[in-house]
């Protein structure tokens, strides 16, 4: 079965940093291109950023209002998401989730992480 | 950037209705589209990929269509389950978007 399970959110101050995980499991993590996408609260989903697999270098991509902030890495011999999220503001606050890709390329997110909750605020 | 413009953005309808959800891209996208359901408190589930693909256990009073900037989302018999919101999401080129949602509430 497979899972993902999104960890370390909580209060941090404006200008703060804070670590995310995201534990994989019941698939072969390194095959896949995994996304962080996230929600503030009331509000629509909003794409944060990508890592691509080991066949595609472990290459990156991010939103422009994370870009120079945010940082995304991952650790297949733990099967292992991370979101470094450093400088943070208050615009920030949201439900942060982990999504797998399809197996088949950029064609959607077939598997989420439950969500954490991070709070920017003083 | 790519903008998806989902319409309408809040629907009312009743169990058996036929419900249709456009999202509109600002240029083409040719097939990359997602449609996504998601409930208050969980995670989005894909309903629908590249456009018009099934996604694997999802109910097929559920289909989607179109291509290039024009697609819609089709729930052929609504049922109470699928009172949610529904976003599409553009997977053609960086950054990835979603549309706004579009809430189906109960009649």
């Known amino acids: 079965e497979v899972q993902l399970v999104v960890s370390g959110g909580g209060l941090v101050q404006p200008g703060g940093s804070l670590r995310l995980s995201c534990a994989a499991s019941?698939?072969?993590?390194?095959?896949?291109?995994m996304d962080w996408v996230r929600q503030a609260p009331g509000k629509g989903l909003e794409w944060v950023g990508r890592s691509r697999n080991k066949a595609n270098s472990y290459t990156t991509e991010y939103a422009a209002s994370v870009k120079g902030r945010f940082s995304i890495s991952r650790d297949d011999s733990k099967n292992s998401l991370y979101l470094q999220m450093n400088s943070l503001k208050t615009e920030d606050t949201a439900v942060y989730y982990c999504?797998?890709?399809?197996?088949?390329?950029?064609?959607?997110?077939?598997?989420w992480g439950q969500g954490t909750l991070v709070t920017v605020s003083s | 950037d790519i903008q998806l413009t989902q319409s309408p953005s809040f629907l009312s309808a009743s169990v058996g209705d036929r419900v249709t959800i456009t999202c509109r891209a600002s240029q083409g996208i040719s097939s990359y589209l997602a449609w996504y359901q998601q409930k208050p408190g969980k995670a989005p589930k894909v309903l629908i990929y590249?456009?018009?693909t099934l996604q694997s256990g999802v109910p097929s009073r559920f289909s989607g269509s179109g291509s290039g900037t024009e697609f819609t989302l089709t729930i052929s018999s609504l049922q109470p389950e699928d009172f949610a919101t529904y976003y599409c999401q553009q997977l053609n080129s960086y950054p990835l978007t979603f549309g706004g949602g579009t809430k189906v509430e109960i009649k």
């Open positions: 999504a797998r890709n399809l197996p088949s390329g950029d064609i959607g997110f077939d598997y």
């Open positions: 019941g698939f072969t993590f390194s095959d896949h291109y």
């Open positions: 590249a456009a018009s």
